[in-house]
């Protein structure tokens, strides 16, 4: 079945610092979800990409569909202790039924 | 508000035990998604409904779970003779049809004694 791997598992950054963290899959995917979890919550969704080598911001969130379509990045810039927590990419079955969701980047920010 | 909600937000019960939990979607949105989630991990799917069918089921709900949507709306899932690996946050999410962003609610938290 797909498989999504992230990268980093977890980082511990200075508050103002700006976070980059990525996912890989061994299939192609349509669609890239990137949702935010916070502890003892359900995930939200943060930036949705439609369309290989897509670009988009929400916020101070940017995201990138990457252009083989088997990668995705999320770039936080200047970093606040409320960003803290997992950040997920997830992608859609080619039924479009089901998400498939990577393990996840745990993100610790020191204020 | 009136995004997914979900009850109870937690609930531990004894192996053994039969437990029910709730999920209201969105009001507009007529798939509804259960998943479950273990510590460290990503969100696994389980099933999904589309109005009140249920199309399709993962391997991972074994015949100890049932879940219904009797009426389109709101959804249960149900877990009979609990054991201790049923210990999971179970999230319940939503989306219209066809369309690929689903969103989650709180998730009801298991713990299994």
């Known amino acids: 079945g797909q498989q999504l791997n992230q990268s980093p598992q977890s980082m511990f950054i200075q508050e103002g610092e700006d976070v980059s963290m990525n996912c890989t899959s061994s299939?192609?995917?349509?669609?890239w979800l990137w949702y935010k979890q916070d502890p003892g919550e359900g995930p939200v969704l943060l930036i949705a990409?439609?369309?290989?080598?897509e670009l988009t911001s929400n916020g101070r969130l940017t995201a990138q569909f990457g252009i083989t379509r088997k990668d995705s990045f999320l770039n936080i810039s200047a970093s606040i202790p409320s960003d803290v927590g997992i950040y997920f990419c997830?992608?859609?079955?080619?039924?479009?039924?089901?998400?498939?969701f990577g393990g996840g980047t745990r993100l610790m920010v020191k204020p | 508000d009136t995004g997914v909600s979900q009850n109870p937000r937690h609930k531990i019960t004894k192996r053994g035990q039969n437990v029910t939990f709730r999920c209201d979607p969105i009001?507009?949105?007529?798939?509804l998604y259960w998943y479950r989630q273990t510590l460290g991990q990503g969100p696994e799917f389980l099933t999904y409904?589309?109005?009140?069918?249920?199309?399709?089921k993962s391997r991972l709900l074994s015949d100890r779970f049932s879940a219904e949507r009797p009426k389109g709306s709101f959804s249960t899932l149900e877990i009979q003779r609990t054991e201790q690996g049923d210990s999971a946050m179970y999230l319940c999410?939503?989306?219209?049809?066809?369309?690929?962003?689903?969103?989650f609610g709180p998730g009801t938290r298991l713990l299994v004694l």
């Open positions: 999410a939503s989306s219209w049809a066809g369309a690929e962003t689903q969103y």
């Open positions: 299939s192609i995917f349509n669609t």
């Open positions: 990409l439609y369309k290989a080598g």
């Open positions: 997830a992608g859609p079955s080619n039924a479009g039924n089901m998400l498939t």
């Open positions: 009001s507009e949105h007529n798939r």
């Open positions: 409904f589309q109005n009140e069918a249920q199309l399709e």
